[in-house]
């Protein structure tokens, strides 16, 4: 329901701790870095700390050459600690030795089957097959068709082994004299072998051999290049490394508490003293309205100084919605799906969104007496609880047509000078007394759309006359010139010259244009909410021809009114979100919002 | 022999044909620097997919595409037949005959050079079942008393007793091959015969004497031009069958001409309009042409299950030469337009 105030806090450390104090900072949770190009002061020999690109070349390399060898890598949890000179002599080694293992895989081209098969050759050893000095090996595939056939031949010069077998294919192995060679490769030739040469090295055995230390070592590299992501947060001021940043001022204590080990001091400010960083904000709402804060990240942020408007979304979002889809049952799948969503994933916002909008559409649809279509099933409820003769409500009735379209505009009023209400506290809150006396936003613009508002009431509905000449003069007439008189009157209040920028003549040319257009938007503005009422009588005759169509279809009824009701709520329920939403964004958000803030991101993140 | 109610198998194997190989498929073929890449061609471009499927194209063996190519042909004779009256019945029984001459006469070829192996990696297994003779049991005839063993109980063994029991540096493999080409017809016109009133006879038979026709022109061109055979015994070589040319003319051709006087009365009969149309010599060539022009039309035009089916078989033949030789092309080399002008397209 608030903006979450916050601490800037220096964390600064000597040498050889500033590793440390980072590490810990990135794992807090409670820090949002602050980069330090944006506070450091360079003409007092301030620098940013430099990274070394020595671990993300070494990592890459390392990754390249494991990937063309086939080698997956799997950094380990815990990793020993390298010099620089450590790793220059291991990157040799494992150049070499991962380089002959990439020549000796491109030399073998293999598919999965084929390496089904040299799995099973590795049994017997490749180093020992190529070291043979009387014997020859042949290992390939085989058609199965002519698998068939080799029995045809003389079998008795050679030894042969099946490894592995396909539809297509048969992979054998054999073995046979040298003195027999020719013949046997003859044999095989003719009936379509495909030899496969068998690796000069074991692959596979070598890539285990050498598997924990390349783990280790890129865990480590891994470890340093992370680390050194964060660079841009420190910066050494006067020998010494500065971490710096916000926190929420209740959780000071608790970030301060983790670097009890190690050897820092904290600096700690009001962030009204660091004028020249702008602090981040940080929403905190309650379980109900938090979800609504997907409509504020779309918009953006509110500045750390402005409004969390969240719950006043909230509100408005429900009812808006609630009276423009309502239906009682519709409401209660849109709750269990929004809830069902919510605990299958509590991160998705929009899943709140649907269960809270879901509850609205359940009063309404209660109020309105409508379920899943169905427009007599609360007639008897009504009639005990509000005394009422049928049901409170007949939103299809001629006669509830006009009275639902006046309430729209009604709502919306009321809804409009809330939001110039919250306008005018924000101008309080920053000082910004032109604006708050003067803009159509500001205290003239609520006396005059209050005005009306208040004169067409008395009009149509209490029957009292609010628009007499004088009243008229001093609510109308005055608030019109105040208008038209706006920037003057701003630079009197601010102390600045009263003549405008261009002189006069520019000035009221543009002045009373905008004049009209202040008068034009507050009647479309009003006029906009007419859908909140359009959308209730849109709902309706969709389920009334839904219940129509059940009617027509006799025994089939229950499934047409399950896929009627499943298409009203996935086709309307989608418009009604989205015009909810128009109404907070055009004609709510415009009087009072004009977000800009900063996120609130941890430092880890980053990593 | 088909079964008339099965008119359907003129259908499926016209469907089957509309799948085959078009002048573009050929062009881009002719075009490939090497036979993966052929192979590759066939398997992701034409309907070769099926059998080509999971080879593996970039290590293919020219000799083991041909194999699985043939081995289709043979499966999709198969399935044609479905449609007919399946395996008891004259087409299969035609076929099986045909593959049995083959080889027996690959057999002699395997005895008289002791080499065996190109016999076993053609080896139709796939047709083993189907054989009068045991085929494992004829690859490994090392001699003609080996063969007669395995014909033993067949037709083929009375057939060639006269030719294989003499020393083996005498038999003589051409008229092996014409007794036994002899016996295949004489297959068809007697499977032919068990129905001579159908529709089908007369124009069954004159594709098989046209075919005869032709062989009989092929062997007195050949041997004529490369063996300066003596004109009695080309006589031997000589099928029984008359098409277009008698035997007065037959006899002429045999004793009266050189090999430029036969071309060049050959020129004056039935055949001398194609010679004159294609501009070329090449009687082998031509006599090919000749046949895949008359199956051609027998399958765009006829209804005819029995003969659309042979029709059917003798193109797609024609469309594996055609592969087999662009393989061959491509393997040496050729250039495109002297591989273009070997196809029958």
């Not at chain 1, 079998?155 to 042969?160: G, N, P, R, T």
């Not at chain 2, 007697?190 to 006879?201: G, H, V």
């Amino acid at each position: 329901m608030s903006i979450v105030k916050m601490k800037y806090i220096q964390t600064i450390a000597d040498k050889n701790h500033y590793k440390e104090m980072l590490i810990t900072g990135a794992n807090s949770n409670y820090l949002h870095g602050e980069l330090a190009s944006n506070w450091i002061d360079v003409e007092n020999g301030d620098t940013v700390l430099v990274e070394d690109t020595l671990y993300n070349d070494t990592l890459n390399q390392i990754h390249n050459l494991c990937h063309m060898a086939g080698y997956q890598i799997k950094p380990k949890e815990q990793f020993k600690k390298y010099t620089v000179e450590e790793i220059q002599a291991f990157l040799v080694d494992f150049e070499r030795i991962f380089k002959t293992v990439c020549e000796v895989n491109d030399a073998v081209s293999l598919n999965a089957d084929d390496g089904v098969a040299l799995e099973k050759l590795r049994e017997i050893g490749f180093e020992a097959m190529n070291q043979c000095r009387y014997v020859t090996f042949g290992f390939g595939r085989m058609p199965n068709e002519s698998m068939k056939k080799l029995d045809l031949h003389d079998q008795s010069k050679y030894e042969m082994v099946e490894l592995h077998k396909s539809n297509i294919y048969t992979w054998v192995a054999y073995v046979t004299s040298n003195t027999f060679v020719k013949e046997v490769k003859r044999i095989f030739d003719s009936l379509y072998f495909e030899e496969i040469k068998i690796p000069i090295i074991d692959t596979h055995r070598i890539l285990v051999e050498y598997a924990d230390a390349v783990d280790d070592m890129v865990a480590f590299l891994k470890y340093r290049y992370d680390l050194m992501k964060l660079y841009k947060y420190v910066g050494v001021v006067d020998g010494n490394y500065v971490l710096a940043g916000f926190v929420s001022e209740q959780d000071v204590r608790a970030y301060k508490a983790l670097f009890q080990h190690i050897d820092v001091v904290f600096q700690e400010k009001d962030v009204n003293e660091v004028s020249n960083l702008k602090p981040p904000t940080k929403l905190k709402n309650n379980w109900f309205t938090r979800p609504f804060e997907i409509f504020i990240n779309m918009y953006g942020l509110p500045g750390y100084w402005d409004m969390d408007p969240t719950t006043f979304v909230c509100l408005t979002y429900c009812l808006l919605f609630g009276i423009m889809f309502g239906d009682f049952g519709q409401g209660f799948v849109l709750f269990l799906l929004g809830t069902l969503l919510e605990l299958k994933n509590p991160k998705m916002l929009l899943a709140g969104v649907i269960s809270r909008v879901g509850i609205a559409s359940m009063i309404f649809g209660f109020l309105f007496g409508s379920f899943f279509g169905n427009e007599e099933l609360f007639n008897p409820i009504h009639q005990a609880l509000f005394g009422v003769k049928d049901k409170l409500f007949h939103v299809m009735d001629g006669s509830s047509t006009m009275i639902l379209l006046s309430s729209a505009i009604l709502i919306g009023a009321v809804l409009i000078l809330i939001s110039m209400l919250i306008n005018m506290y924000l101008h309080i809150k920053h000082k910004a007394y032109g604006e708050l006396l003067f803009s159509p936003n500001g205290i003239t613009g609520f006396i005059l759309y209050g005005y009306i508002f208040y004169g067409l009431l008395g009009m149509f509905m209490f029957q009292y006359q609010a628009f007499t000449k004088l009243n008229l003069i001093l609510f109308l007439g005055i608030p019109a010139l105040i208008f038209l008189m706006k920037e003057p009157l701003v630079h009197l209040v601010e102390g600045k010259a009263i003549r405008p920028k261009h002189g006069w003549g520019a000035y009221f040319t543009e002045a009373i244009f905008e004049v009209f257009e202040i008068f034009l938007s507050y009647i479309t503005n009003s006029m906009s909410y007419l859908r909140v009422g359009g959308f209730v009588l849109s709902h309706a005759g969709m389920m009334l021809v839904v219940m129509t169509l059940v009617e027509m279809t006799g025994k089939s009824g229950l499934l047409v009114m399950i896929i009627g009701n499943i298409f009203v709520i996935g086709l309307e329920g989608l418009i009604v979100g989205i015009q909810t939403l128009r109404l907070q964004y055009y004609e709510m958000f415009s009087r009072y919002y004009s977000g800009g803030g900063k996120e609130f991101k941890l430092i880890s993140k980053d990593i | 022999m088909l079964n008339k109610s099965s008119y359907a198998i003129s259908s499926k194997a016209k469907a089957m044909y509309g799948k085959r190989l078009k002048l573009e498929d050929y062009q881009a073929l002719i075009a490939k620097k090497s036979i993966p890449e052929i192979a590759s061609y066939l398997k992701k471009e034409t309907y070769y997919q099926e059998v080509l499927d999971g080879i593996n194209e970039g290590s293919i063996h020219r000799g083991k595409l041909e194999y699985l190519i043939r081995q289709d042909l043979f499966e999709r004779f198969n399935r044609l037949l479905k449609y007919g009256l399946g395996d008891q019945h004259g087409t299969y029984r035609w076929f099986i005959v045909l593959t049995e001459v083959e080889q027996i006469l690959e057999s002699i070829r395997v005895i008289q050079s002791q080499d065996n192996f190109d016999m076993i990696s053609r080896l139709p297994l796939f047709l083993e079942k189907s054989m009068s003779f045991d085929l494992k049991e004829l690859i490994n005839a090392r001699s003609f008393q080996d063969l007669h063993k395995v014909i033993e109980h067949t037709p083929y063994n009375k057939l060639l007793s006269r030719y294989l029991f003499v020393e083996q540096e005498n038999v003589d493999y051409v008229q092996c091959e014409h007794i036994l080409k002899e016996y295949y017809y004489q297959t068809i016109f007697d499977i032919l015969k068990e129905n001579p009133d159908s529709a089908s006879f007369k124009a069954m038979r004159d594709i098989f004497h046209l075919q005869m026709e032709l062989e009989n022109i092929n062997k007195i061109y050949r041997l004529k031009k490369y063996f300066k055979t003596a004109p009695s015994q080309i006589n031997k070589y000589m099928n029984k069958a008359r098409y277009h040319i008698n035997d007065k003319l037959l006899h002429k051709f045999i004793y009266d001409c050189n090999l430029e006087e036969f071309i060049e009365a050959l020129k004056h009969t039935y055949y001398g309009k194609f010679i004159k149309k294609s501009g070329v010599d090449d009687i082998e060539w031509l006599s090919k042409q000749i046949l895949y022009h008359n199956h051609r039309q027998n399958l765009l035009y006829s209804n005819d299950p029995d003969l659309v089916l042979i029709a059917y078989l003798a193109l797609i033949e024609v469309e594996i030469q055609n592969i087999i030789d662009i393989i061959e092309g491509v393997r040496y080399k050729v250039p495109q337009d002297k591989i273009f002008k070997l196809l029958l397209i």
